[in-house]
Nanobody
């Protein structure tokens, strides 16, 4: 059974960096595509980045391209999100999620494309 737990959030200043981690306590982490989402107060949950099960493919929303990097270590059952040049508008709760199906990577940007979620970690960027 998959159980995802995010860590690494915090309060930083604009321009700083953070690295988020997502640990999976289950046994099937290595065969699933994964993703990061975020949700700011009063807004919909939105796709941030995705990664294929074998790390061959990564995918980003336009607002984080060039600043954020997604990666994973299947041996450690952990996914990461390196966030550089943080901006106040990056303030949100960040969630990791597991794709709802295995198979060839396809771009999954909808909440409905994922079936397991972590509880989230708060990222606050002050100006």
């Amino acid at each position: 059974q998959v159980q995802l737990t995010e860590s690494g959030g915090g309060l930083v200043q604009a321009g700083d960096s953070l690295r988020l981690s997502c640990a999976d306590s289950g046994s099937t982490f290595s065969i699933y595509d994964m993703g990061w989402f975020r949700q700011a107060p009063g807004k919909e949950r939105e796709f941030v980045a995705g990664i294929s099960w074998n790390s061959f493919t990564t995918d980003y929303s336009d607002f984080v391209k060039g600043r954020f990097t997604i990666s994973r270590d299947n041996a450690k059952k952990t996914m990461y999100l390196q966030m550089n040049s943080l901006r106040p508008e990056d303030t949100a709760v960040y969630y990791c999620a597991r794709a709802s199906a295995t198979g060839p990577y396809r771009r999954r940007i909808g909440v409905i494309d994922y079936d397991s979620w972590g509880p989230g970690t708060q990222v606050t960027v002050s100006s």
